[in-house]
């Protein structure tokens, strides 16, 4: 297994338009967990699964934003009517399951919001 | 909440000097403390990780300890080289997450 993967790598986008990021975990990890990391600034967590089931949301997580993992395996990041602080790199991590486990980063979606 | 900090924002030191990064943390209820090297524009890389029951970690160079009653984590790296430029985090999981400091930017001039 070559690890946590993010689709597309860099995505720009104009103001108002809707975006969607993937993430494809390692394969048997059933907790998968999405960050937020701005310029200068550590990752912030947004929201996590297990299997399918999405267990925690962060505040950041605005009526905007959406993730959804259906069938356990890979996750979905969409974010709507896309505004410029939304600009951001979105890490995607995943773990064999919570606390004393290793949560292992994918190479993250670098978004521009024009 | 637990607030994470992490002092200096920025490092610059010759090669062969040993690097000694700090982390603070104002909760010692975790469940562990992970250590992570970002290079530019990349993804996080996990370096070490202690266990709340840990005092210390170590791999190849890298040594790490754990004191929660000070709130307190070190990273050290020892004979640095030019390749360890990059962000280090520290990062504390308590519950479903991973709580992050703001980084150390360490160059190791050649």
């Known amino acids: 297994d070559t690890g946590v993967s993010q689709n597309p790598r860099h995505k720009i986008t104009k103001r108002g338009q809707n975006v969607t990021f993937r993430c494809d975990p390692i394969?048997?990890?059933?907790?998968l967990y999405w960050y937020r990391q701005t310029l200068g600034q550590g990752p912030e967590f947004l929201t996590y699964f297990q299997n399918e089931a999405q267990l925690e949301k962060s505040r950041l997580l605005s009526d905007r934003f959406s993730a959804e993992r259906p069938k356990g395996s890979f996750s979905t990041l969409e974010i709507q009517r896309t505004e410029q602080g939304d600009s951001a790199m979105y890490l995607c991590?995943?773990?064999?399951?919570?606390?004393?486990?290793?949560?292992?980063f994918g190479p993250g979606t670098r978004l521009l919001v024009l | 909440k637990q607030e994470v900090t992490q002092i200096p924002a920025a490092l610059s030191v010759p090669e062969g000097e040993n690097l000694v990064l700090n982390c603070s943390f104002t909760d010692s209820a975790i469940y562990n403390l992970q250590w992570f090297r970002q290079d530019p524009g990349k993804g996080l890389t996990s370096l070490l990780l202690?266990?709340?029951?840990?005092r210390e970690q170590t791999s190849g160079r890298l040594n790490a300890s754990l004191d929660k009653s000070s709130g307190r984590s070190t990273l050290y790296i020892a004979a640095s080289q030019p390749g360890d430029s990059a962000t280090y985090l520290c990062?504390?999981?308590?519950?479903?997450?991973?709580?992050f400091g703001g980084g150390t930017r360490v160059l190791v001039k050649p």
């Open positions: 394969s048997e990890h059933n907790r």
């Open positions: 991590a995943s773990s064999l399951s919570s606390g004393g486990e290793t949560q292992y």
């Open positions: 202690i266990q709340s029951s840990q």
């Open positions: 990062a504390l999981a308590a519950g479903n997450k991973l709580t």
